[in-house]
T-cell receptor, first 117, second 110 residues
Framework: GAVVSQHPSWVICKSGTSVKIECRSL??????MFWYRQFPKQSLMLMAT?????????EQGVEKDKFLINHASLTLSTLTVTSAHPEDSSFYIC?????????????FGPGTRLTVL | QKEVEQNSGPLSVPEGAIASLNCTYS??????FFWYRQYSGKSPELIMF????GDKEDGRFTAQLNKASQYVSLLIRDSQPSDSATYLC??????????FGSGTRLLVRP
């Protein structure tokens, strides 16, 4: 149990376009979902935390108008990178936690590789 | 600023040896500590977590926590080439956010 999927697994887009990434918890209801970004040879950096039905909480330095997060249901959160630019190229990873998990364990999705040309 | 520090490596060990990975953290109020393994191009996978001082063993892996020294480590016994990966230490803060270290790259030589 506790499987998290992401779609798409990779995407290439032109500069200026918007890209939507989906994160789904397949076999549990996710009370909270997290979005991370990882640049090459760097660690995961938390971008934002989202709870179903409420606005996401963004980390310092993350532009909320550029990275739109919607947590419409207990199994789905989406991250939209608006007007993407080459510097937004990165590995985007979501995770989900559920009530009753061991010490609020986060279950990670497989990640989405975004390349902006 | 809450920080989690790891030596970037690479840590190179021969097959069958014990690999020792270390991590220090700055937030003394942290309660839960996690070790993840990340293969290149993949997302992290949880190896184990620990929350009490002392040792916790799971198969070939042992996590060690010393809250007084703000230190957590991971020992991998009988290291295998398939263990070659980047190991991420993560600390959960009081708002349930994970703060990751930069990772230690482990190379197990056949």
């Amino acid at each position: 149990g506790a499987v998290v999927s992401q779609h798409p697994s990779w995407v290439i887009c032109k500069s200026g376009t918007s890209v939507k990434i989906e994160c789904r918890s397949l076999d549990f209801q996710a009370t909270t979902m997290f979005w991370y970004r990882q640049f090459p040879k760097q660690s995961l950096m938390l971008m934002a935390t989202s709870n179903e039905g409420s606005k996401a909480t963004y980390e310092q330095g993350v532009e909320k108008d550029k990275f739109l997060i919607n947590h419409a249901s207990l199994t789905l959160s989406t991250l939209t990178v608006t007007s993407a630019h080459p510097e937004d190229s990165s590995f985007y990873i979501c995770s989900a936690s559920r009530d009753g998990s061991s010490y609020n364990e986060q279950f990670f999705g497989p990640g989405t590789r975004l390349t902006v040309l | 600023q809450k920080e989690v520090e790891q030596n970037s490596g690479p840590l190179s060990v021969p097959e069958g040896a014990i690999a020792s990975l270390n991590c220090t953290y700055s937030d003394r109020g942290s309660q839960s500590f996690f070790w993840y393994r990340q293969y290149s191009g993949k997302s992290p996978e949880l190896i184990m977590f620990i929350y009490s001082n002392g040792d916790k063993e799971d198969g070939r892996f042992t996590a060690q926590l010393n809250k007084a020294s703000q230190y957590v480590s991971l020992l991998i016994r009988d290291s295998q080439p398939s263990d070659s990966a980047t190991y991420l230490c993560a600390v959960m803060d009081s708002s349930y956010k994970l703060i990751f270290g930069s990772g230690t790259r482990l190379l197990v030589r056949p």
